[in-house]
């Protein structure tokens, strides 16, 4: 069956436009081009991989409900989706918190964090390898009897809900913030501030972050305005880099390490622990948040311009992908998979102005054929519609390419 989530980002983009002209006629510009790109690029990466990972949380969640199932909770009762629903947003709140005070599970979620805006593109911004460790947190549901389709629809609520609450431009709620997720307390969680540091992981529920002496409330702007991003600035555009940089730290750290109590001990620690024998060979500077200054590489209006008709391009291409990938053989969805994530990479490398990023970009407009051959061989659209379609968009793409390239900016150090 088609992917569900393709039908829910049309409604995350009206609140994107929404917030964007908002921005504009308050004359409050919470966006950055680069950065909102970058973003959403991300989060396309990781439903394209969740093709191939989904089977493994919800098959993880299935076996358990089959063969440890303590009771058998009937969908037809109301009070049965209201345990779902609190029960998801209780181990949600685990999940979050453990995604911030766990070496492993810290190195899939940074990816949410590592914007440096704070908008709702970023609440796009998600990480490719949370399969990694999600379905340790939610198995309990099933313990209990929580039906699938109780489930998943809850997981859909608690995580469709915390779209809204990634904006600046929704200020104090009064009582609501002290019983709810807002925007808010979702501001200081998405600091890296010493007050906002590991704070205010509630889903919808603030009642968790109460109980367990996580929350924090925030501050004036006035008298400390809250930082975005995280310790150790990402500074790159590549969604390869971004999805992986951690684990790559994490690996190197196990290497230099010199004893296996150590080793074990790096995944499970805090984020910033590391072992002595690595901090002694390749110590690491420690975080000055005074001397923090937003990644945002230069690039010409016509750069800007083409990455945005790019992203126009392959975000429909991709969606539809996504959507319809259940009918594509295994071999097609592994090519498809791999040419919107290899445009993605392209797309990150023109923001930053990388060295050598017109002949990718060229290459690029070549692999339109992919998506052309997708459409027609495996879909059936006309051959006359799909070449008019793609060749129309390539000499659109390519004339802006070559305007860019023309205006490009020095690349800086």
Not at 114 to 125: K, P, V, W
Not at 203 to 213: A, C, I, K, R, T
Not at 304 to 332: E, K, N, R
Request: glycine residues 8%; charged residues 10%; aromatic residues 16%.
């Amino acid at each position: 069956m088609p992917n569900a989530i393709v039908y829910a980002i049309p409604a995350f983009f009206v609140l994107l436009l929404l917030e964007l002209f908002w921005s504009f006629w308050r004359r409050r510009q919470t966006f950055a081009l680069s950065d909102s790109l970058s973003s959403i690029s991300l989060g396309l990466g990781g439903q394209v991989l969740n093709i191939f990972a989904k089977g493994l949380n919800v098959g993880i969640y299935l076996l358990a409900y089959k063969y440890l199932a303590v009771f058998e909770l009937s969908p037809s009762h109301w009070w049965v989706w209201a345990i779902g629903l609190i029960g998801y947003d209780f181990c949600y709140y685990w999940h979050h918190r453990m995604g911030h005070e766990t070496n492993l599970v810290w190195a899939s979620h940074v990816v949410h964090h590592s914007s440096e805006e704070f908008n709702y593109s970023t609440a796009m911004r998600q990480t490719s390898t949370g399969f990694f460790t999600n379905w340790f947190f939610y198995w309990p549901l099933a313990v209990i009897g929580l039906p699938p389709s109780v489930f998943i629809v809850s997981g859909a609520v608690v995580l469709g809900y915390q779209f809204w609450i990634h904006t600046r431009h929704i200020g104090s709620l009064g009582w609501f913030d002290y019983c709810f997720a807002s925007p808010s307390n979702h501001r200081v969680h998405h600091g890296q501030n010493e007050y906002c540091v590991d704070r205010n992981y509630g889903g919808v529920l603030m009642l968790w972050d109460h109980l367990f002496g996580s929350f924090a409330k925030e501050r004036p702007a006035h008298q400390e305005p809250i930082i975005y991003g995280i310790h150790g600035q990402l500074k790159t555009f590549d969604p390869i880099k971004a999805n992986l940089h951690k684990y790559q730290g994490l690996l190197e750290d196990f290497r230099l390490a010199d004893n296996w109590s150590d080793r074990l001990k790096l995944w499970f620690a805090p984020p910033g622990w590391r072992p002595a024998a690595a901090h002694r060979v390749k110590p690491h500077p420690p975080h000055d948040i005074s001397a923090f200054r937003i990644y945002r590489p230069r690039i010409s209006s016509a750069t800007a311009l083409y990455c945005v008709l790019q992203m126009a391009l392959v975000m429909p291409l991709g969606l539809g992908f996504i959507a319809f990938a259940f009918q594509l053989d295994l071999s097609w969805q592994v090519l498809g998979a791999v040419w919107v994530l290899a445009s993605l990479w392209v797309l990150g490398r023109t923001l930053e102005n990388a060295p050598g990023n017109g002949r990718w970009q060229v290459l690029w407009l070549c692999s339109l054929a992919v998506p052309a051959a997708i459409a027609h061989l495996q879909w059936g659209l006309p051959i006359a519609w799909v070449s008019a379609l793609f060749c129309g968009a390539s000499l659109v793409l390519l004339g802006t390419l070559v305007r860019s390239l023309r205006q490009s900016l020095p690349v800086e150090a």
